[in-house]
């Protein structure tokens, strides 16, 4: 089994939607969890952290499930210019804030 | 806000070079990663360090060696370059004390071709 896992999609969904992705992890000491996103050709970019409590920022809501191992993010409204890939990371215990990453989601908005 | 650096957008080196790949990060930041990206296999770590003359094998250190003499340098270097090393090299940093909580900053990568 994969230590982070992703659906790669695509998921083609249209403008004004609300669309959600999960990522499920293996490891159950994992200790930071985080949201990035990665347009064509570009470096990753953080989109958000993830908290156990859940946060949102604007139209990404971003949630962590600890018991069924998954964190989650809902996109809200989709822009066109939200189209993208989603990738998740988890930082596992054991220092250096290592992080694993998932292959990541392509998301497509369309007009 | 953090700046990554990576020295090379694109580069076509010829097996059996010697390859340095730079990267430059200007926040003072402890940690630093190389990665490799491959379609279908994501970000894979190649080896990182948390201090200066630190170094850390990631998942796939194989055919590579880094080198970390300054704080805000990490250079990686393919011994012996070969075509199975094509691929998108990606660089990130990140804070140790929680500073922007963990997250990493990436470089805009290098993209290297070997023929």
């Known amino acids: 089994r994969k230590e982070v896992e992703q659906d790669p999609g695509p998921f083609n969904v249209p403008e004004g939607a609300t669309v959600a992705f999960n990522c499920t992890y293996s490891?159950?000491?994992?200790?930071?969890f985080f949201w990035y996103r990665q347009d064509c050709r570009k470096e990753p970019k953080l989109l958000m952290s993830v908290y156990s409590s859940g946060n949102e920022d604007g139209r990404f809501t971003a949630q962590l499930n600890r018991a069924s191992q998954y964190i989650s993010l809902l996109i809200r409204d989709s822009k066109l210019s939200d189209s993208a890939t989603y990738l998740c990371?988890?930082?596992?215990?054991?220092?250096?804030?290592?992080?694993?990453f998932g292959t990541g989601t392509k998301l497509q908005v369309i007009p | 806000d953090v700046k990554v650096t990576q020295s090379s957008r694109y580069l076509v080196k010829r097996t059996g070079e010697k390859v340095f790949l730079e990267c430059v990060q200007d926040?003072?930041?402890?940690?630093m990663f190389w990665y490799r990206q491959d379609p279908g296999l994501g970000l894979r770590l190649i080896y990182f360090s948390y201090d200066v003359k630190m170094k850390e094998k990631g998942d796939i250190p194989e055919g590579y060696s880094v080198s970390r003499e300054k704080k805000e340098r990490f250079s990686l270097i393919l011994e012996s370059a070969s075509t199975n090393q094509t691929s998108m090299y990606l660089c990130?940093?990140?804070?140790?004390?929680?500073?922007?909580?963990?997250?990493?900053?990436f470089g805009s990568g290098t993209r290297l071709t070997v023929v």
């Open positions: 990371a988890v930082m596992n215990s054991g220092g250096y804030q290592k992080v694993t």
């Open positions: 926040m003072d930041h402890e940690n």
């Open positions: 490891n159950s000491a994992s200790q930071s």
């Open positions: 990130a940093s990140s804070s140790a004390t929680g500073r922007g909580d963990y997250g990493y900053t």
